[in-house]
């Protein structure tokens, strides 16, 4: 029995020494590999296994690390880079850039309307609703102002098969939205 | 001295007309900036020096110049400055400013000023006793057109009036008007109105504008959008939104009347026992038992002699300043505070209700 059992049972693939008496599997870039090792050498294994997990997930998080960290320059540069923009952003009147007006939230002169028109248009239509001003009634419907209400008109007009109303509403709605730019 | 000119005791355009027991003021301004000239923001002191003559030349030689007086801000002593705040005639940012600046005062009711140098070169504005919007427009419109002949205005077609903040561009208008509110405070209402405001396009702020404090529950409630309508549009909101402020006030008085009758009486009467009887007075205690004596006219629980009405304009003659002015002395604040609850005492002392003694 003694002899039989000797050549049945293999000798630990790690250390040679011990009688191996455990199967360890590791599953190492996708492949498969069997070892059969004794108790003490299967210990190390699950160590060096528990260790290469730790040293994978350290990698990973370096990784994540160096890419955050190039995704934050990306932002701080481009933010610079935006920033640089609003200070070459200039009124030739008076020298006041983008970047001065949005600190101090008030114009140099009357011509920083017209130098920063394309970043104040927004922000103007925000405070007011509109995104022009109305000296006289009749310039009321092409304000911005009243955009929304336009909108709905037109679509009443078109579900009532008004053509002649709808067109009208058409261009005034365009006509509105040429003055944004 | 500036305010030798003025009426002592009484303002003529406060509100002291018996139905106007909400809105004491309607006030409408504009603002304008010379054409060619930069804002304020970014001139030196040369620069706004030049300015400001300029706009005094142009003012002093249009027929306006007889109907009123111009002042350089740094001739005017601290007290004037003071005295004038709380006129509502200037802001208190005026009153602080080092720089060359000024003021002009129309006569008469001293109801029209015209600041120079303040945010925008100039700020126009018209107050009117209780709400009078249409008059108080219309002045201030007449004066803005008399100006516009002897200056020239920064204005786009696009942008309209050009003002140092875009806040104020368009129209560059804006109406407001002081309310007496304390239905609403009381009930715990004012979340609700300030949600209603907004959508209609208003504001509200303090006593004395921008970051100051409400005292004795009245609240300056303003336009807040000037760009994408007239300057009728503009009215036609202010408007709208007194009838809203009205309607929400009577209905929160009508509200004390029905279901808190004898709490309203109770507090009503304690504030008349403290009037008649307290040493002193706080500027802020004041105003808050004035408005709880004017709220129990509202509420029919203190009764007008028919003949009087209440003294709205209290609120404003019970300032340090203008308790100081009256004495013609220079007080300290405890002084100030005895002397107030004695004026408090005289200004009502007329009064039916004042007589009246509880059993």
């Known amino acids: ?181 | 001295m500036i305010w030798d000119k003025f009426p002592r005791d009484g303002i003529p355009w406060f509100a002291t007309n018996p139905g106007e027991d909400i809105v004491l003021t309607t006030r409408v301004r504009i603002a304008r900036n010379l054409a060619e000239h930069k804002f304020l923001t970014r001139c030196n002191k040369r620069e706004k020096t030049g300015i400001l003559t300029l706009v005094k030349e142009n003012l002093v030689n249009s027929p306006l110049g007889e109907l009123g007086s111009y002042h350089r801000m740094q001739d005017l002593s601290s007290d004037e400055k003071k005295f004038l705040v709380e006129r509502h005639l200037i802001s208190s940012d005026l009153s602080a400013s080092r720089e060359p600046s000024g003021v002009f005062l129309l006569e008469g009711d001293h109801a029209l000023s015209i600041m120079i140098n303040e945010e925008d070169h100039l700020r126009t504005g018209s107050i009117y006793p209780g709400y009078n919007l249409e008059n108080s427009f219309n002045r201030l419109k007449s004066v803005d057109e008399i100006l516009a002949d002897y200056l020239s205005y920064a204005y786009s077609s696009r942008w309209g009036y050009l003002t140092a903040c875009p806040t104020n561009c368009g129209t560059a208008m804006r109406a407001s008007f002081l309310c007496h509110l304390p239905g609403i405070v009381t009930l715990n209402e004012f979340e609700k109105f300030r949600e209603g405001l907004i959508l209609r396009d208003l504001s509200v702020r303090g006593f004395y504008g921008e970051g100051t404090q409400v005292y004795g529950n009245i609240f300056q409630i303003y336009t807040n959008k000037s760009l994408g309508m007239t300057q009728n549009g503009l009215l036609d909101i202010a408007r709208e939104g007194l009838e809203f402020i009205t309607g929400f006030e009577r209905q929160c008085r009508k509200k004390l009347r029905e279901e808190l009758f004898f709490q309203m009486e109770n507090k009503v009467w304690r504030t008349v026992g403290i009037i008649k009887y307290a040493k002193a007075l706080s500027s802020s205690d004041a105003l808050k038992y004035l408005s709880t004596i004017w709220l129990g006219y509202s509420l029919k629980i203190l009764m007008s002699n028919g003949k009087s009405y209440f003294p709205s304009d209290s609120f404003i003659l019970v300032q340090p300043t203008h308790l100081q002015l009256m004495l013609e002395a220079r007080l300290t604040s405890q002084e100030r505070d005895v002397f107030r609850a004695q004026y408090i005492r005289r200004k009502l002392s007329s009064e039916e209700w004042y007589k009246v003694s509880m059993d």
């Open chain 1, 1 to 181: 029995m003694a002899e039989r059992g000797k050549k049945t049972q293999k000798m630990c693939e790690k250390c040679g020494k011990e009688f191996a008496s455990i199967t360890v599997v590791q599953v190492i870039g996708g492949k498969k590999k069997k070892f059969r090792v004794c108790e003490s050498c299967a210990m190390k294994v699950g160590l060096e296994e528990q260790m290469r997990v730790a040293d994978i997930k350290e990698k990973e998080k370096k990784r994540q690390i160096k890419q955050n960290e190039s995704k934050m320059y990306d932002l701080v540069s481009k933010m610079s880079r935006e920033e640089s923009r609003e200070r070459k952003m200039v009124c030739t009147t008076c020298g006041m850039s983008y970047f001065d007006f949005k600190r101090e939230l008030k114009f140099g002169c009357p011509d920083c309307y017209e130098a920063f028109k394309t970043k104040i248009a927004p922000i103007i239509h925000k405070i007011h609703g509109a995104y022009k001003h109305v000296e006289h009634e009749e310039q009321l419907e092409t304000s911005g102002a009243m955009l929304p209400e336009l909108k709905t008109r037109l679509k009443i007009a078109i579900e009532d098969e008004d053509f002649e109303e709808a067109a009208r509403l058409r261009d005034l709605i365009k006509e509105s939205r040429n003055d944004l730019g």
